[in-house]
C-alpha cells in the first residue's frame, strides 16, 4: 500500500508520482464520460448558451466576424469563443466535431485546473494525504465532470480563476512585503485573462485586494503601499483586457456583452418590471442556495461532516484553528460571495446558476480540505492514520457515486430526451432553406438549422431586439427582422408584455412539435402573421 501520510512506515514511492495518477485519473473520467454519443451528452449537459457561443466562433472562422442571426454581437464570452474558431475553420461544415473538440478541450482545463487545486492544498497542508484526498474528489466530482462536458466556456474560466488564487496564495505566503506593484501586476495580467474568460472575473480584483490590504494591516505596514501594488493590478488587468474592448466596441458597439442586460431583462419582464423582495430577490437567491446545495451535494456533506467531526474531537479551538487554517483562502470565499450576491441580486437568470456559480465548488473543496488536515494532524499513530485515510476516500468515493449526476454520466443506456440539439435538426429538416425563424431559445436553431436565417428574440444576442423590447415593440421588431416563423418553448406572452401593439391574431399558433421536450416543456410552432 502506498503510504500518504506523514510518519507512515515503510518505503515511500516519490511524492510526484500521487499527482500525474491523480491528473491521469480525472482526465479518465471526463473523457470516458465525453464518448458517449453527441446526443446523450446534449441531455446531460449542453445547455442551449453553448451552441450559440459555437455558431459566433464559426461566423469568426467563416470570415463575418462575430456575427449571430443578422448582426453583429457582443453576447458571448470571447475567450473559449477565439479558441473553437480555428476548429471550425478546419472542419467548416462539420457540426457535430467542433463539440467533441470543445469537450475534450475543457477535460483538460478542469484537469489543469486539479493540478492548481492540489498546489494549493499541498502547500496548506500538513498531512501528506490530505491534496491527494482532495483530489481525489475533485476528480470524482460529478459538478466538475458535468460542467466540463457542457461545450461552453464554464472549465476554461474556472482554470483561470484557480491560476489567480494559486499565484495570489503564494504571494501572500511570502509575507506582506512581497506585494509589491511588479508582483501585482502580473496577478493583475492573469485577472485580465480570466476575464477574458469570463467577464464575471473582475471580481477577483475586490477577493484578491481587501485579504492583501487585511494582511498589511496585521503586519503594520502603510496602506498606501497596498494600494500602490493593488494599483499596478488594476491596470495590468485592464491593459490585457483593453485589446478586446477595442475590437468590440468597433465591430459591435458595445464595450460589455448585452448577454449579460438581455437575461437581467427577461426576469424582470415575468414580474412585470416590478422586482420586490418577495417575487424576485428572495426567490433568486433561494434558487442560487438550491443549486449550490445540489450540485455541490457530495462537497458540502464531506466537509460538513469534517467540520462536526473537528468539533467534536477538538471543540472551540479546533474551529478557531479552522478559521485559521482558511484565513489563506478568502480570496475565494470573497470570489463566491461577490458572484452569488451579482447573480442572485443584479444579473439574475436562474436557469444558468448551475454554471454561473460553479466557482464556489472550489470554496467547498478548501473548506473540507483544511478541515481534514487538522483531523489527520490530531491522529499520532500512523495506522490509525493509515485507517483514517482509507475511511474519507471510501467516503469520498461514495458520496460521489450516490450523486444522481454521477450515475447519469455514466449509467449506461440512453439518457431520457432532455437537450437542444433535436429542436435544431428538426427546424433543419422541416423548414426550407432561407426561412426566417425566431425563438427565444435559439442556439441550436442557430447551430444545426444553418441553412435558416435564425433571429434571436430574447435579446441574448441581439442588441437590437433588446432595444425593441426595452421600447415595448417586441412584436414590432419581430416583422421588421422578417420572422416568418416561430419555434417557441416558453413564455410566448413574453412577447406581447414587451409590446404596446398587439392582437389576437399576431400569432398563429401550428401546433406543438410532436415528441420533442426540452427540460421537460414542449416546443410549439407559430406562423408569423404579417
Known amino acids: 500500500m502506498v503510504p500518504l501520510v506523514s510518519g507512515a512506515s515503510g518505503p515511500r514511492p516519490p511524492r510526484d508520482l500521487v499527482l500525474p495518477a491523480l491528473l491521469a485519473l480525472s482526465l479518465a473520467l471526463r ?3 465525453a464518448l458517449r454519443p453527441l446526443p446523450a451528452l446534449d441531455d446531460l ?15 469568426l472562422a467563416h470570415g463575418l466576424g462575430p456575427f449571430y442571426g443578422l448582426a453583429p454581437t457582443s453576447g458571448f464570452q470571447p475567450l473559449y469563443v477565439l479558441f473553437m474558431a480555428p476548429v471550425f475553420a478546419l472542419v467548416p461544415h462539420d457540426p457535430i466535431t467542433p463539440v467533441r473538440v470543445a469537450q475534450a478541450m475543457l477535460a483538460l482545463c478542469d484537469t489543469a485546473a486539479l493540478f492548481f487545486i492540489y498546489r494549493i492544498v499541498a502547500r496548506a497542508s500538513v498531512a501528506r494525504a490530505t491534496p491527494a484526498l482532495v483530489g481525489l474528489a475533485w476528480a470524482f466530482n460529478p459538478y466538475a465532470i458535468q460542467t466540463s462536458l457542457n461545450a461552453l466556456e464554464t472549465s476554461l474560466a474556472f482554470l483561470l480563476l484557480v491560476v489567480v488564487f494559486d499565484a495570489v496564495d503564494r504571494l501572500r505566503r511570502a509575507g506582506p512585503a512581497a506585494a509589491v506593484p511588479r508582483r501585482l501586476a502580473g496577478v493583475g495580467a492573469l485577472v485580465g485573462l480570466a476575464m477574458l474568460a469570463r467577464i464575471d472575473a473582475v471580481f477577483l480584483l475586490p477577493a484578491v485586494g481587501w485579504p492583501i490590504l487585511a494582511d498589511h494591516a496585521r503586519a503594520g505596514l502603510p496602506l498606501r503601499r497596498a494600494a500602490a501594488a493593488l494599483a499596478a493590478c488594476a491596470l495590468a488587468a485592464a491593459a490585457v483586457y483593453a485589446p478586446w474592448l477595442a475590437w468590440s466596441f468597433a465591430a459591435t458597439g458595445d464595450l460589455l456583452p448585452v448577454s449579460g442586460s438581455a437575461v437581467r431583462y427577461m426576469c424582470l419582464s415575468s414580474v412585470h418590471h416590478q422586482p420586490t423582495v418577495a417575487n ?3 426567490p433568486m437567491l433561494l434558487d442560487a442556495l438550491g443549486v449550490i446545495a445540489r450540485k455541490n451535494a457530495p462537497a458540502i456533506a464531506l466537509a460538513g461532516a469534517l467540520v462536526v467531526l473537528l468539533a467534536a474531537v477538538g471543540g472551540r479551538r479546533a474551529l478557531r484553528d479552522l478559521r485559521a487554517a482558511l484565513r489563506p483562502h478568502d480570496p475565494v470565499g470573497l470570489f463566491g460571495a461577490c458572484i452569488l ?4 441580486f443584479w444579473v439574475f437568470g436562474p436557469w444558468h446558476f448551475p454554471r454561473y456559480l460553479f ?6 473543496a478548501l473548506v473540507a480540505a483544511a478541515a481534514m488536515d487538522l483531523l489527520l494532524a490530531r491522529i499520532g499513530d500512523p495506522a490509525r492514520r493509515r485507517l483514517a485515510v482509507a475511511a474519507f476516500a471510501v467516503a469520498i468515493l461514495a458520496a460521489s457515486a450516490a450523486h444522481p449526476a454521477f450515475r447519469r454520466l455514466y449509467a449506461p443506456g440512453t439518457p431520457e430526451p432532455w437537450g437542444y440539439m433535436r429542436i435544431g435538426l428538426w427546424a433543419r429538416d422541416h423548414f426550407a432553406p432561407g426561412t426566417v425563424i425566431g425563438g427565444s431559445q435559439t442556439g441550436a436553431l442557430g447551430y444545426f438549422a444553418d441553412k435558416l436565417t435564425v433571429v434571436n428574440l430574447d435579446g441574448v444576442v441581439n442588441k437590437a431586439c433588446l432595444e425593441a423590447m426595452r421600447q415595448k415593440r417586441a412584436m414590432d421588431y419581430l416583422r421588421e427582422s422578417g420572422v ?3 419555434v417557441w418553448q416558453d413564455d410566448i406572452d413574453f412577447l406581447a408584455r414587451e409590446s404596446r401593439r398587439t392582437s389576437p391574431g399576431d400569432l398563429v399558433p401550428l401546433g406543438e412539435v410532436e415528441g420533442m421536450r426540452t427540460w421537460g416543456e414542449p416546443w410549439h410552432v407559430y406562423q408569423v402573421r404579417r
Not at 449537459?45 to 461566423?59: E, K, Q, V
Open 359 to 364: 466557482p464556489l465548488a472550489l470554496a467547498f
Open 31 to 33: 473523457l470516458v464520460a
Open 45 to 59: 449537459a449542453i445547455p442551449d448558451d453553448a451552441y450559440l457561443s459555437l455558431t459566433i466562433a464559426r461566423s
Open 341 to 344: 450576491t451579482a447573480y442572485a
Open 484 to 486: 416568418e416563423f416561430l
Open 280 to 282: 424576485t430577490y428572495l
